[in-house]
Structure formats: structure tokens, C-alpha cells
């Protein structure tokens, strides 16, 4: 079957470094995304990743390691903004979207 | 720009009667996708369409229907409601449905089905 893991909540607190830890099974690969989605809104594009190793978006940075099934969203200088749902799913062999239930960030001051 | 829109921006609904959920986008994009987010689960595919003129059916695709006469508009019917329909649809839209394309996402419609 197809599955997406991640925790359902994590703290950090304002100014620190978090890691957001996914799993993925998916019936064949088509990449893997991260969105992220504040409290009552949609869902916006963070990243992508098809290949293994670690993609750099500014304070934000995604990785993939396509052997273990697993990639992690490495958020740096958190800011108080950054309280939100981030969203896994990985792309299967289809291009459709296989969703995790989401990990919930709550940043303290 | 305005994206992907979607009507209304929250229904009550008594269990039986019909009704459909609006999604057009104006950023010509070949691909789009509806979907259900309830609590505690991910995003889940009821229905797709990878270009106009065709649809396809998503995870869970039961007491939904969906039509794309047009690239821009994408509506998801529900015939008959119960109350397991109650959740927040999101309409999303790619460039096309390929790997390394972006969905976005529409604001959602937050329907409560009694």
C-alpha cells in the first residue's frame, strides 16, 4: 500500500533550527513535496525534491534519500510566521499526490 | 492574479439534498484536482482531470462527481450529502500532471453536512 509518515506535532522555539521527519511508500516515484498550510488556509508550495541529497531555499532547506524512503524539511532562524501545518506527499507512479496527515508546528518565543 | 477561486466559501447542507462545488482558475493550467482535508488525515484525491474533456477517479471518488468542459472551470458535484461529506474541499491546478509540477490551491469550501 501507499503510505506517508510524520509526526503530528512539534515545538521549537523562535530563532532555533527544526527538523520535520517524513517517511514515504508510494507505488513507484515521482519526487517528493512539502507544503505548508497556516490554520484555516490552503496549502502552498515549499518544495520539491526527485533526486537524493539536500535542496537550499533560504531559510528553508529539504532533503531526500530516495533508498530509505524518507526526507525531512530543515527550517532555520524560526520566526514566530512559521507556526503552521507542513504537509508531506510524495508523487507516485500515476503523478498523483500520496498525503501525510500533516505536522504541526508550534513555535514558542 | 486571481489564481484558482472557489464557491462557496462555506455551505450548510441538510443530508440528502445536492448540491456543487465551484472551482475555476485562470492560469490555463492542464491539470486539476479536488480533494477532501478532514482532521487528523492527509489531503485525500476524489477526483482529477488531466486536461479538458477528461476525468479520473481519485481515492475516494464515491458520492462525488465531477465534470471539465472547459480548461478553467473543474465543479464537484455531491448528489445525495450525508453527513460523512462534511469536510473542507480543496480544488488544486498544475501546469500539467507530471512530476515535478506544482499544484496550487484554491482557498477551500467548508461544507457541514446535518
Known amino acids: 500500500g501507499q503510505n506517508i509518515d510524520q509526526p503530528t506535532e512539534m515545538t521549537a522555539t523562535e530563532g532555533a533550527i527544526v527538523q520535520i521527519n517524513c517517511t514515504y511508500q508510494t507505488s513507484g516515484f515521482n519526487g517528493l513535496f512539502w507544503y505548508q498550510q497556516h490554520a484555516g488556509e490552503a496549502p502552498t508550495f515549499l518544495s520539491y525534491n526527485v533526486l537524493d541529497g539536500l535542496e537550499e531555499k533560504g531559510r528553508f532547506s529539504s532533503f531526500l534519500s530516495r533508498s530509505k524512503g524518507y526526507s525531512y524539511l530543515l527550517l532555520k532562524e524560526l520566526q514566530m510566521k512559521d507556526s503552521a501545518s507542513y504537509l508531506c506527499a510524495g508523487m507516485d507512479s500515476n503523478y498523483q499526490l500520496i498525503w501525510g496527515a500533516g505536522t504541526k508546528l508550534i513555535i514558542k518565543p | 492574479t486571481a489564481g484558482i477561486t472557489q464557491a462557496p466559501t462555506s455551505q450548510i447542507l441538510a443530508a440528502g439534498r445536492s448540491m456543487t462545488l465551484r472551482c475555476t482558475q485562470d492560469m490555463r493550467h492542464n491539470a486539476m484536482y479536488w480533494y477532501r482535508q478532514d482532521l487528523g488525515l492527509g489531503l485525500r484525491l476524489i477526483h482529477y482531470s488531466n486536461t479538458a474533456g477528461t476525468t479520473g477517479k481519485g481515492e475516494v471518488p464515491d458520492g462525488y462527481s465531477v465534470s471539465r468542459a472547459n480548461t478553467d472551470d473543474f465543479p464537484l458535484t455531491l448528489a445525495s450529502a450525508v453527513p460523512s461529506q462534511t469536510s473542507v474541499y480543496f480544488c488544486?491546478?498544475?501546469?500539467?500532471?507530471?512530476?515535478?509540477?506544482?499544484?496550487?490551491f484554491g482557498p477551500g469550501t467548508r461544507l457541514l453536512v446535518l
Open positions: 488544486a491546478s498544475s501546469e500539467a500532471a507530471s512530476g515535478k509540477e506544482t499544484q496550487y
